[in-house]
């Protein structure tokens, strides 16, 4: 089955850093992926629509400046979190999927980030 | 209206029970329909994908589509304490829409 893979899994950094999420399709080639945010016991959100070549669609509430992503291969989105602060805590997970709109979206194992 | 609703739950079943999901999306032109499960601290995991009317089938899992009442559920038979977990019904119009999830517990 297709295989996305996110690095790294966890990560602790100071308040003020920035932290460079990875998301890469491993058997496929994925125009688009998907950036999801998660807090403790709640649903998915969905933060922005990451296009291959072009600017990520971001959703509403949240920030472009903050949230910066970059798809520049057919296999690879990041997201980087600028001068992260406490209340950037949180597990933010990729997902892409392979061919069609109807086709089922696959996730990465997610990235547990602590600001201190 | 959300696009797609659960019931968050909890649901608790016995071991060995039948634990059953449901799932009501908005839009009349959703064309796939999802189940994925989520354990605590992981990210979601595709179990089941269907896409026309009646039942689909996988090892203890079904998944049902019912497109005229817009609803999609999913049953689990012969429970384990290993499916406890939250499961995400999602659905695909123009884009991917997940519901907010039904926690379930299966108990020993």
């Known amino acids: 089955g297709a295989v996305v893979s996110q690095h790294p899994s966890r990560v602790i950094c100071k308040s003020g850093t920035s932290v460079k999420i990875e998301c890469r399709s491993l058997?496929?080639?994925?125009?688009?992926m998907f950036w999801y945010r998660q807090f403790p016991k709640k649903s998915l959100m969905l933060m922005a629509t990451s296009n291959e070549g072009s600017k990520a669609t971001y959703e509403q509430g949240v920030e472009k400046d903050k949230f910066l992503i970059n798809h520049a291969s057919l296999t690879l989105s990041t997201l980087t979190v600028t001068s992260a602060h406490p209340e950037d805590s949180s597990f933010y997970i990729c997902?892409?999927?392979?061919?069609?709109?109807?086709?089922?979206?696959?996730f990465g194992n997610g990235t547990r980030l602590t600001v201190t | 209206q959300k696009e797609v609703e659960q019931n968050s739950g909890p649901l608790s079943v016995p071991e060995g029970a039948i634990a059953s999901l449901n799932c009501t999306y908005s839009?009349?032109?959703?064309?796939?329909f999802f189940w994925y499960r989520q354990y605590s601290g992981k990210s979601p995991e595709l179990i089941m994908s269907i896409y026309s009317n009646g039942d689909k089938e996988d090892g203890r899992f079904t998944a049902q589509l019912n497109k005229a009442s817009q609803y999609v559920s999913l049953l689990i038979r012969d429970s384990q304490p290993s499916d406890s977990a939250t499961y995400l019904c999602?659905?695909?119009?123009?884009?991917?829409?997940f519901g907010t999830g039904t926690s379930l517990t299966v108990i020993p």
């Open positions: 997902s892409a999927a392979r061919g069609t709109v109807n086709s089922p979206l696959h």
């Open positions: 058997d496929f080639q994925a125009t688009t």
């Open positions: 839009d009349r032109g959703s064309q796939s």
């Open positions: 999602a659905v695909t119009g123009n884009q991917f829409y």
